[in-house]
């Protein structure tokens, strides 16, 4: 277990320490789908949502998810973040859900970008659950991170499918 980073020797766990790590500028982009039905997407390509905007409601969401991560996922570091995007692409029976976080520190933005996107699908499914019991929210990932040690990494160059 000495190789797990979040692990002390004694297998209890802990935040990792970066002090000692150079801020570096770093990005990350995730995305995620929420699944409605012809039906329900016509409601809204049509702007009857029953409870109005769900587009900016779900943004507003996200940007807010992605700069309380730290205080919803428990060996998260707090962030400085310096842009945080989320933006919808509606199809004709689901919406997929893209957003993008960065920030110059000493660790990733990946678990920022996830939450983002992972709120403002849950902030969706709230706002269309009247059209529809059959919602769902699927295929929440991450498409790239840049920065840091380990430089560029996309999902499509790792073989990562959809």
């Known amino acids: 277990m000495d190789d797990l980073s979040h692990m002390d020797g004694e297998g209890r766990l802990r935040m990792v320490d970066v002090g000692g790590k150079t801020p570096t500028e770093r990005r990350a982009v995730a995305e995620g789908w929420l699944i409605a039905g012809e039906e329900v997407m016509r409601a809204v ?14 943004r507003l969401a996200g940007i807010l998810a992605a700069k309380r991560t730290a205080d919803l996922v428990p060996l ?3 962030l400085p973040l310096s842009h ?27 678990m920022e970008a ?24 699927e295929g929440i990932r991450l498409l790239e991170k840049r920065g840091g040690k380990s430089g560029t990494w996309r999902a499509d160059e790792a073989g990562a499918g959809r």
Do not use: W
Not at 85 to 108: H, K, L, M, N, Y
Not at 114 to 137: C, E, H, N, P
């Open 45 to 58: 390509e049509g702007g009857h949502a029953p409870k109005g905007n769900l587009y900016e409601a779900a």
């Open 76 to 78: 998260c570091h707090p």
């Open 84 to 110: 945080v995007q989320v933006d919808f692409e509606p199809a004709a029976e689901r919406i997929r859900i893209i957003a993008s976080a960065s920030t110059v520190a000493a660790t990733g933005v990946e």
């Open 114 to 137: 996830l939450t983002a996107v992972s709120v403002a699908a849950l902030t969706l499914y709230d706002m269309l659950k009247a059209l529809s019991k059959g919602l769902r929210i």
